[in-house]
């Protein structure tokens, strides 16, 4: 089957009809997927091999023919340890057609195939009978099918509906049961990424300090979960002001309930401070006695026990709806809430009055009222928050404005603007491309401007950048033109590139002296070795004793499909690599000027100097405010001696993996990496090869 597919394109801002079949997707969703990460998590394989084991071996005690059910098989791996620990049986659910399909080489490929059913459905279609897709209930119920929350994949009702229909009454279940542990803490770095904090602008005439409005302050922001890397925040950005305590646990061999819920546990404060975020990680015992335990618990909690890294589960950050003040020693009760898929927080004061406990109930899920948290994702706050950042512009702001000027701003939800007004700019008006259909953040820019008595000041303009007419100016030529550049549209570093499409198509409004800033930018690459993000990448071969090499080649045909190679966003401050090579300008965008009709192209070598793994290139963007004031989206700091790289804490970076991993040593004549790079200015694309 094939669909047109409507899309602006993130880059260039023109509609494109796309010819997509559904091979499409598939293929993007098995390139980009986590089966490779997962078939690489050994503590999370060894633990499931030994639960699997030990229910296998408590059903064949009580003398039982062991049935297995196997939801969510994917590649067959937990059917096939079960079926070498000797269940009779395996029934085998996957929903998704190609894995489905790969699941019945797989077995196949392995001798499982009189022992293992793969049935392509959804568990909920499954039927059981003498002409069902299973001949009985089972009586052994193997499951993965958690994410970083542990319900967010929709695990609850899966189960819910397997032990009314699928299986016996008593089952074995691996796991057996998870938990859910949360801990209370202070921390200004997390807290960033859910509220504005007041901006301080310098301005000629004195500080000007600009503030939320109110429906901001007291907003509960949004249900999604935000799930992190959490050994990667160092321990200095964060203060503890609880013990790590139990939340909930659900028992997975006995029925279980997915409508909603709440849990309640009291905590006590160990330390005064800010309760502002409660993080949260889960475990799952594999066997009834928790003698088999695979735990997300980040490095502070388990500081002896090596981490098993992966990318599958990670951590929770949850944001309390309202920060609080706590006293050390002080009794607090914190509550979970929970729906089929998600779960949020509130935490109560033990000796809160009625009216406070009244306000706290938080049985509903949050909602973003104020419409910030609809205009602003998590990082984008924290980026906005980044007061470095906020200076860097206000300086070059200062440098380009002048009492006449007419200033037009060209990026989403932005507070360039403002500040542009703050230093003096005579009229201030801007253009949000991407939400303009999405939705209308007016009454959230009229809060906040009302807020800041900026009322009048700062004129927002409702169009797309190539239909704005002189009368949206009344009838001025912009002097200075200014854009951060952020476009929510983006998800690779260039598609801000946008801002000189943008720029280029209002160029006929543009004074013939006009300033823009940044003047430009300019595209950096350096050759790096991850210390772990290679593996979501990276061919299994042989996992736990089977062959899974038919899922690598799978992944690998997906990734080659169309032979179009891509680069893919990471936020790389969760993902520690050290350079192998410099960094290295590789490409320049001169926002002075349109964009050309020509491609850019170049091409060149880079050496590697240090010894590694040349797992791939990371590329980013790096803005040129002004002559001598620049931001970089990627790298901010390069240690030399060992390579270790720090990185933008606010945005993602490109990372395009190598198709095979070179080894350097340190050479009196190093090696190099070849590359060449093609901006077409058409598409707004950005092609690249590389030999190795
Ligand atoms: N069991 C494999 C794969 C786990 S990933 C392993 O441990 O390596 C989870 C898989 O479950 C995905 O392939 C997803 O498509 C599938 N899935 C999730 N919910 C399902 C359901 N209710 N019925 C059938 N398949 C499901």
Not at 268 to 283: C, F, N, R, Y
Not at 398 to 426: N, Q, W
Not at 663 to 681: C, G, H, K, Q
């Amino acid at each position: 089957m094939k669909t047109f597919c409507g899309r602006a394109n993130p880059t260039t801002g023109s509609m494109e009809w796309l010819e997509e079949g559904e091979d499409y997707d598939y293929h993007q969703e098995i390139a980009r997927s986590r089966y490779a990460d997962m078939l690489h998590d050994k503590d999370r394989n060894v633990k499931y091999y030994q639960g699997i084991h030990a229910a296998v071996s408590r059903v064949k005690e009580r003398g039982e023919k062991a049935i297995v059910l196997d939801i969510g098989t994917g590649t067959g791996l937990l059917s096939m340890m079960a079926a070498s620990a000797g269940a009779d049986f395996c029934y085998a659910i996957e929903v998704f057609k190609p894995m489905a399909n790969a699941a019945v080489k797989i077995v196949e490929k392995n001798g499982f195939s009189d022992k293992i059913k793969v049935i392509n459905k959804h568990s909920t279609e499954v039927t059981v009978g003498p002409d069902g897709d299973m001949q009985c209930r089972a009586n052994i119920l193997v499951t993965e099918l958690f994410d970083t929350e542990l319900i967010g994949e929709g695990a609850l009702p899966t189960y819910e509906h397997a032990h009314k229909y699928l299986v016996q009454e008593g089952c074995e279940a691996v796991p057996h049961r998870a938990t859910v542990y949360v801990q209370l803490v202070e921390s200004r770095r997390m807290w960033s990424w859910k509220k504005l904090f007041p901006v301080h602008v310098e301005a000629e005439d004195g500080e000007k300090i600009l503030v939320p409005p109110s429906e901001m302050e007291n907003c509960p922001g949004l249900p999604s979960v935000c799930d992190i890397q959490l050994n990667q925040m160092p321990s200095g950005d964060f203060s503890t002001l609880s013990d790590v305590v139990k939340m909930f646990s659900v028992d997975f061999s006995k029925p279980v309930q997915s409508a909603s819920t709440c849990y309640r546990v009291q905590l006590e404060a160990v330390k005064s401070g800010k309760a502002q975020i409660v993080l949260s990680w889960w475990d799952i015992d594999m066997d009834p006695s928790g003698m088999i335990n695979c735990s997300m618990a980040p490095y502070w909690v388990k500081p002896t026990s090596a981490l098993q890294w992966r990318d599958h589960w990670m951590q929770c950050v949850y944001f309390l709806p309202r920060e609080k003040p706590v006293l050390q020693g002080e009794k607090l009760h914190l509550t979970a809430c929970r729906d089929e898929y998600s779960v949020w927080y509130n935490l109560q004061k033990a000796r809160a009055d009625e009216e406070e406990q009244k306000a706290d109930v938080c049985v509903q899920s949050p909602v973003c009222r104020c419409r910030a948290h609809l205009l602003w994702n998590r990082p984008r706050f924290g980026e906005l928050n980044d007061q470095s950042r906020t200076r860097q512009y206000v300086k070059s702001l200062r440098k380009v404005l002048k009492t006449d000027s007419i200033c037009l701003c060209i990026s989403d939800g932005s507070l360039l603007p403002v500040l542009a007004h703050y230093l003096g700019a005579k009229q201030v008006q801007c253009v949000q491309p991407s939400r303009i259909d999405l939705f209308h953040p007016h009454e959230l820019w009229q809060a906040f401007f009302k807020a800041n008595n900026l009322e009048d000041k700062i004129k927002i303009i409702e169009v797309r950048p190539e239909l704005l007419k002189p009368s949206h100016l009344e009838d001025k030529k912009i002097s200075v033109l200014v854009g951060e550049p952020f476009f929510t549209t983006s998800l690779l570093p260039w598609h801000n590139l946008y801002f000189w499409y943008a720029r280029t198509a209002v160029s006929s409004h543009l004074a013939s002296n006009v300033t823009v800033l940044p003047q430009s930018a300019s595209l950096h690459m350096m050759i790096v070795e991850f210390q772990d993000l290679w593996r979501i990448r990276s061919p299994c071969g042989i996992c736990e004793g089977f062959d899974v090499r038919t899922m690598d080649d799978m992944i690998k045909d997906s990734l080659n499909f169309r032979e179009s190679k891509e680069a893919e966003p990471h936020p790389l401050w969760e993902y520690p690599c050290k350079s192998l090579s410099e960094p290295q300008e590789v490409l320049t965008f001169d926002f002075t000027k349109t964009v050309p009709d020509h491609c850019l192209s170049t091409e060149g070598s880079v050496k590697l100097l240090r010894k590694g793994k040349s797992h791939g290139a990371v590329l980013w963007m790096e803005y040129h405010l002004t002559a001598d004031i620049s931001v970089s989206t990627g790298l901010m700091k390069l240690s030399n001696e060992k390579g270790n790289c720090e990185w933008n804490p606010h945005c993602k970076q490109a990372v395009y993996f190598f198709s095979s991993v070179i080894e350097s040593e340190i050479l009196s004549d190093p090696t190099a990496v070849e590359y060449a790079m093609n901006f077409d200015t058409k598409t707004g694309e950005i092609a690249m090869d590389f030999k190795l």
